[in-house]
């Protein structure tokens, strides 16, 4: 079996399965009874913290590459972009429908009002116009390096939900801070990449002409 189709027809729907995962243990967790004394404050941290961690996900993708150079990982990145703004929506709508009722004057105060919700929903924006830009027809009208620069956005956004983790949480706690050193990891690989990249375009440009 070639790379291509082992990645199309095994690895790809693999991952769709571990994607749904943490919605199908939800599901299970409502069946049985296990969305605590507060459910509504349960579903919304769930929903929450499974969309930051599928967000970092995504975001190790080219770092994996980086390290271990596997290009063929790269063709994971779209779909897990693509679940972690799912998951953002369902934690938008528990916010939304079940602990605000649609409430919209309450959620604008919300959004003015609380600085963590603020930082969340500027993070949601910039996913919500990462996964409407993410196709290949969108690549064309924008162009590859427009395109390039508007996903740049996507590391304000790994920012973004970190942020927001750690100041919804009462206090200092390990696990917000555990998120934000991962990420932190994640950008000084994808840094120290960059100057390799520089160093070589910088060897290349001073060769002697043969």
Known sequence: MTQDRLIRHVLK?????????PLAGLG???????????PIEFLNRYLGEWALKFLLIALTVTPLR???????????RRLLGLFAF???????????GLDQ????????????????????????????ALAATS?????KRLGGKNWNRLHKLVYVAGAAGCLHFFMMRKGVQLEP???AGFLVFLYLVRFADYLKKRRRKGKVGTAPAA
């Open 13 to 21: 729907p693999l991952l769709w399965l571990l994607c749904l995962a």
């Open 28 to 38: 299970w967790l409502a069946y049985t009874g296990g969305l605590t004394a507060n």
């Open 66 to 76: 980086s390290l271990t150079g596997w290009a063929g990982i790269i063709r994971f």
């Open 86 to 96: 799912f998951y953002v929506v369902l934690y938008l709508s528990s916010y939304i």
């Open 101 to 128: 009722f649609f409430n919209w004057g309450d959620i604008w105060l919300d959004i003015v009002k609380r600085t963590y919700i603020t930082v969340g929903m500027v993070g949601a924006v910039i996913l919500a």
């Open 135 to 139: 196709t290949k027809g969108m690549i």
């Open 177 to 179: 801070i555990m998120y």
